[in-house]
Each structure stands twice: as structure tokens, then as C-alpha cells.
């Protein structure tokens, strides 16, 4: 199987994201990861540039702090990680594919000219890979039916 080079990064990232702030309670962006279903998300500032990622398991401290110290919550800052690691809009899929092998991410912000322009995450590398290679599944045939 060749793959084509001149897929990139854009061709299949997702490029309406959900967004969180800094100064946001960090409850609420739990319920927003529970009820739209999302394993995190980027932290922007007023004027849009990324300062952090917030993620289920960056979450887990708070159920560590209440567990501890009795206080749920406060402010997306205090859990965040940053810096973000990112990659440019123009990154060839083998070379996201080979940083998703190679680290534990599930999800990169992508930039343009240091601008959050989408997110791609391992699922989005595994569907341009399906792409690529002219095959899918048909999965009436494919996934045992369960029992």
C-alpha cells in the first residue's frame, strides 16, 4: 500500500471545536465533556490564542482534590496542562500518524500561523489511513453481532 504525501493535517482534522477559557469553573467543562460526549478540549483566551488543554484525565484531579480536601471545583487554569504540544495545519498525515504512535496524546490542536485552526485526534489519523488505502469496513459482515 503507497500512501499519498500530500495528505495533510487539514485535510482531515476537525475545525469546529468545542472551547473552553481559562476563568471557566471547571465543573461546567466537566458536564460539558460528559454531555457532549468529548475527552477534552483547548483553552483559549479572550482573543483566541491557545494557552492549555484541559482533558478527562486533567479532570481527575478534582475528584482527587474532594477526595482530599473537600472541595470540588475551581477554575480551568489550576487543572489545565500547557504548554500544548501542536502541530502546523500542513503536517503530513504519516508524520501525525508517527507522533501519535510515539507518544500518548489523543488529540493535537492544529495551527496556522500560530492560530488554532482545528484539532486532530487518533481516530481522525485512523479515518484518513481507511481513506488512503480505498478500504472500509462493512460492518454488517465485519462485527460479530453481539449476544
Not at 25 to 40: K, P
Not at 89 to 117: G, K, N, S
Request: neutral net charge.
Amino acid at each position: 500500500m503507497t500512501v499519498k504525501r500530500a495528505a495533510k493535517a487539514r485535510d482531515y482534522m476537525t475545525r469546529h471545536l468545542i472551547t473552553l477559557t481559562p476563568d471557566m469553573e471547571v465543573m461546567h467543562a466537566v458536564g460539558i465533556f460528559v454531555e457532549r460526549q468529548i475527552s477534552g478540549a483547548p483553552v483559549l483566551d479572550p482573543t483566541g490564542n491557545l494557552l492549555g488543554m484541559l482533558s478527562e484525565k486533567d479532570c481527575m484531579r478534582v475528584a482527587l482534590s474532594a477526595g482530599y480536601y473537600g472541595e470540588w471545583g475551581g477554575r480551568v487554569a489550576e487543572y489545565m496542562h500547557a504548554p500544548v504540544a501542536t502541530i502546523d495545519a500542513d503536517m503530513p498525515i504519516v508524520e501525525v500518524a508517527q507522533l501519535f504512535a510515539e507518544r500518548e496524546y489523543r488529540r493535537y490542536p492544529v495551527l496556522e500561523d500560530a492560530r488554532l485552526v482545528g484539532q486532530i485526534s487518533r481516530s481522525d489519523v485512523l479515518r484518513a489511513l481507511q481513506q488512503l488505502a480505498g478500504t472500509t469496513a462493512d460492518l454488517r459482515t465485519s462485527i460479530p453481532p453481539r449476544t
